[in-house]
């Protein structure tokens, strides 16, 4: 089983709210990793968007839109990247990423579709 | 403005060697670690490894993918950060971007990558 799965895809509709998921894996406490979330665009490098851990301890990137944000659900230890007001330029790969056994491990990344 | 850019991508044959490099401009080079990541074609990113700074010792860490075939390694006067592929393999054949990340933190800021194919 991966360290972390995301679902290869999601569509949304532009104005909409858009919930991106980060599983970890059974065994590993969500409560206790920062997560990254990164957006990617064809033929682009990554684009650091924000990390996660608490309300008390989290960092939006530079120049990264409010309306991009983190959580975390503990019951279902998810990590989740939450985009509201979806715009057209916000489809795009998302890749969450955490430091895990002195190693980035990266999820497979979620393909969003805005139409 | 942060900068990264990475160079030394090609056509390698299978078994054979590659030095990549990453300039970097725009902060203060010698207080990052810096990570490599690949990324193959149409696939997600896999993490290839990172380097610390000086005053971590510039401590490394790698995939098991690469573990004993790559080597990360910096210059801190030159303000770059090098990752040498050696026993390469056809799987190894991806876009290759360094980033910077912050102590203990992950990358904020990533090159644009260069490409390296390995195919005889």
């Known amino acids: 089983q991966a360290v972390l799965t995301q679902p290869s895809s999601l569509s949304a509709s532009p104005g909409a709210s858009a919930s991106l998921t980060c599983t970890l894996r059974?065994?590993?406490?969500?409560?206790?990793?920062?997560i990254y979330w990164y957006q990617q665009k064809p033929g682009s490098p990554p684009q650091y968007l924000l990390r996660?851990?608490?309300?008390?301890?989290?960092?939006?990137g530079s120049g990264v839109p409010s309306r991009f944000s983190g959580s975390k659900d503990a019951s279902a230890n998810v990590g989740i990247l939450l985009i509201s007001g979806l715009q057209s330029e916000d489809e795009a790969d998302y890749y969450c990423?955490?430091?895990?056994?002195?190693?980035?491990?990266f999820g497979g990344g979620t393909k969003l579709t805005v139409l | 403005e942060v900068q990264l850019v990475e160079s030394g991508g090609g056509l390698v044959q299978p078994g054979g060697s590659l030095r990549l490099s990453c300039a970097a401009s725009?902060?203060?080079?010698?207080?990052?670690?810096m990570d490599w990541v690949r990324q193959a074609p149409g696939k997600g990113l896999e993490w290839v490894g990172r380097?610390?700074?000086?005053?971590?010792?510039?401590?490394?860490e790698y995939a098991a993918s690469v573990r004993g075939r790559f080597t990360i390694s910096r210059d801190d006067s030159r303000n770059s950060v090098y990752l040498q592929l050696s026993s390469l393999k056809t799987e190894d054949t991806a876009v290759f971007y360094c980033?910077?990340?912050?102590?203990?933190?992950?990358?904020?800021?990533w090159g644009q990558g260069t490409l390296v194919t390995v195919s005889s």
């Open positions: 380097i610390r700074d000086k005053a971590n010792s510039y401590t490394t």
């Open positions: 059974s065994g590993i406490n969500v409560g206790t990793y920062r």
């Open positions: 996660y851990k608490s309300d008390s301890d989290k960092q939006q």
């Open positions: 990423m955490i430091w895990h056994n002195s190693a980035w491990v």
């Open positions: 980033g910077r990340g912050g102590g203990g933190y992950g990358p904020e800021y």
């Open positions: 725009g902060f203060t080079f010698s207080d990052y670690y």
